[in-house]
């Protein structure tokens, strides 16, 4: 039987607060606040394993670590990717490619970008050209233009 390929679509938000890191795909992003959550926020990465999580018809992120368990407090966002990708490989499939858009008035993404994609692109074992992440603004509107969050739109195919 063929397997056709598979897309999944995944999509976090988080506020900003004080006092935590802005992690950002794996790397820490210089800013003057971080993102609110029970793991390490990284909205990116749970936008990513979202969107494969879907295109596996397996749930969503909070289905496998969810926030009411304390084992996960704090937990590298990296690590439950990487245990994510294992399900991936079980079932059969790799990654064809990721697509990812980061919402944000700051911080600015550019000159991360590069770091960014190469992060992601290490956590999910696959080459550079597979990755796709741009960051674009909300143009001042809603909460992520206020500049009081963030949100992370991601697509996936898994292929054979």
């Given at each position: 039987m063929t397997k056709y390929p598979r897309i999944g679509f995944g999509y976090d938000v988080h506020q900003f607060v004080e006092g935590r890191p802005c992690m950002l795909g794996g790397i820490e992003i210089p800013h003057t606040h971080g993102l609110l959550g029970?793991?390490?926020?990284?909205a990116l990465l749970h936008a990513i394993t979202d969107a494969i999580l879907g295109a596996l018809a397996l749930g969503d992120i909070?289905?496998?670590?969810?926030?009411?368990?304390?084992?996960?407090?704090n937990a590298d966002s990296k690590q439950l990717l990487r245990e994510v990708m294992v399900m991936v490989r079980e079932k059969g499939w790799e990654i064809g490619n990721v697509d990812a858009t980061v919402v944000t008035e700051a911080?600015?993404?550019?000159?991360?970008?590069g770091d960014i994609r190469a992060s992601i692109a290490?956590?999910?074992?696959?080459?550079?050209?597979?990755?796709s992440v741009k960051a674009t603004t909300q143009e001042k509107m809603g909460f992520v233009g206020e500049g009081r969050g963030l949100a992370v739109h991601a697509v996936v195919l898994l292929q054979s």
């Open positions: 029970h793991s390490d926020a990284d909070g289905t496998h670590y969810p926030d009411s368990d304390p084992a996960w407090e911080p600015k993404l550019n000159p991360w970008i290490s956590v999910l074992n696959c080459s550079l050209d597979q990755i």
